[in-house]
């Protein structure tokens, strides 16, 4: 499937609380956005069908879990959309799943959209309430932080990562949200604001925890062959790989990081035809401070074990040898669950395309990683390789 | 009596005058119960035909408790269960007709269960198993049993338990004189004094029966009856002795007799335990993600009250849960065998959540751990603090209610402090709970 779908739309709403916009406002603002985003312009006729990224509707929300939902908030009834909920990834899943009905030659133009309301419940009864989801005994009051805690614990015990290596992940992330007009987060922290947080979870306190968000996030794919209709800057797909692993803990092989991500990584640079020293940029999965440090060495930044270190010899950082979210990442830009994997590759296309500002990286190579980890019990993953040529 | 075990709670806390032993508040008559049998189970090899609950509260009676302390106690479904809830003696009573079945040749051996809850102000939570078998080896034999008793107004039985309304010292009076009615039908009034005494107003009954001092044993309710016989008979191997247990309106008093060469059979008993300044009470708990009345648990019951997984017939792989685990994920067969998994283990890594979903309260550990056998649980702990919890601490699994729903609980394995540090390394000391605290 290499280079064989293009980006030609991307766009995205601002995270944060939007009290005064509905999901189907959110969703269709962020359809809006990613269409005028086409340079060329874009008929809506041209859309031929739709995925749709949501999560509360699976655990509560007032959303219709429902491909119908995104076709009457984009005012396309009728149009074939199907909703697709896979955890944290469901965004970058429907991506992939967006992009191979593309290269099937099923479909010549889709449109994908993620959208988010989790502050439509109070905070212990929204994203929290997968503490009453899955096996009641296994699952028994899991919640955001209890599926990714475990793994930062033992990471700190094996490999001595240290908990200000953890808030300096933080630190980074607020540093480049402060960039993002679109960012949850437009302050910048210190490694002690982070340690003197009220703790969640241990290790994790709140400031080493993305905030609940809403929003929606939206792009445009397209035949490669076709893309110049739309735009002479497309951004292509790639290589996409999406992976499981062990569903309960007691079924994880490793517990300093995930599996799934080393294998879905692997796929997607297999497809791409490429490394991790290849790429200049990386949207990961930055739920919690330590997802990211144990994430770097998943995806093959640095050597098991040497996350923490990475992030402390600034490598990461915007003008570093390997950026990492320089969107602000989940912990700062915000994750509104479904929108958050396209907001990524959104990040990704401007980024691509050198239209990201002041956070703007410098490319050598014009490859770019996106990445999410999650479902319940962080049994998925989702790597997306992006490539300007 | 060929075997014992017992289970004591690891929390003692005053009640007025009295100290006594609570149940932490995933803990409750049924988990007791579980606890009692399989420390029993681990000194007894043979096959077990029927297994009898006496339980403290008629409530208990009708519903799915005995199936589960059955089902935890790795005992099948064609085991025969019997139940009963009563007063203190209904132990007592249990082994009298189990000593008749095995005696009478119509089972070879009854596991029976006494559990007490330890509601009531002056009773203290506990269980006690033994096992009744045909048996040719030394082994502590009761007798015969008689009681006595009269028409004692002024008793008072409410959710807290017997209180007598008049003057305490009128009970004494009536139930000593009721011990003494039961002595005298069993033995000659010059016998030997009662070598345990236990139930209401047990001091004074030795005193008028003239027993020592030591022989008063602490209220267990109705855990309290098999505990003195089992103390008696360790006490007084080659011989015989007696026992009295009474409630405010009766006593019984049954003999033993103990062969040479009989092991004590006298569980070990918890030293001194840590007192708390309030009793636990955390017995209200969230509802799961599926009530206790989902066919969800009636599948899952055997894998998650015994921790039982399956090992695959191909290559040797354990599974679990193997109620959603039916094809092997090492080498793809079909074929699989239950395997238990260990029930202790070491931390292998764990999280301390301060911030949880409504109605799970202010903070819940979670461990997983790697167990004997190498493979891995995870769950939540019970009674154990985050400073007890560490990388590399050994720890143990045992089963605890996750709810109570409603009046549908829920029981599953969590982690526990390992039984040595939970006993107080292994002291005996089973009179250092006090009684009638100044």
Redesign the interface.
Known sequence: MRNKVAIVGAGMTPFGEHFDRGLEQLAADAYRTALAGVDKGIDPADIEAGFFANVMGSLGGNEIPSGATLANAIGLPGLPVSRIENGCPSGSDSIRIGAMAVASGVHDVVVVVGAEKLRERPTKESLLESGRVGHPILSYANTAATIFAPQAARHMHEYGTTREQLAMVAVKAWDNASLNPNAQRQASITVDDVLNSPMVCSPFTVLDSCPQSDGAAAVVLCRADIAHRFTDSPVYIAGVGLATEGLYYHEKTRMTGWDCTRLASSRAYEMAGITAQDLDAVELHDCFTGTEIMTYEDLGLCEEGAGGKLVESGDTTLRGRIPVNPSGGLLAKGHPVGATGVAQVVELFGQLREQAGARQVSLRNGKALQHNVGGYSVGISVVTVLSRD | MVAAGSYTPSFSVRRGRHRVLVANGDEDAVTLAIEAAQDCLTRYEGPVDELHLAFARPELVNGPQAEIVREAAGLDAGVTVSVSAGDSLAGLAALAAAMNAVQAGRVRSVLLVATESGDSERVSAGAVAVLVADSDAPALRPGAQRSAGDVVYGNWTDGDGVRHLGDGRYLDRYVADHAKAALAALIAMDGPPPAAVTGVAAAAVATACGSDRSAVLPDRGVAGPLLAVLAAGSAATGSAATVVATTASRAVALSIEVDAGTRPLLPTLPGPVPELPEPIDVRSS?????PGSSP??RR?ARE?LRLEGARCDGCGHVV??PSQRTICPSCHGYGFTPAPLSRTGRV???????????G?GDQ?I?V?AELDDG??????TSGMGPDEVE?GAAVELRVRR?TDDGGAP?Y??KFVPPRTARDGAGSTGATTESRNVA
């Open positions: 969230p509802p799961l993600s599926l969800f648990f899952s998650l679990f849960p292998y890594t764990f999280i301390v959540n301060r911030f949880l979903p409504t799970f819940m979670l997983l493979s891995r649980y995870w769950a939540p990388i996750f829920v599953a394995m």
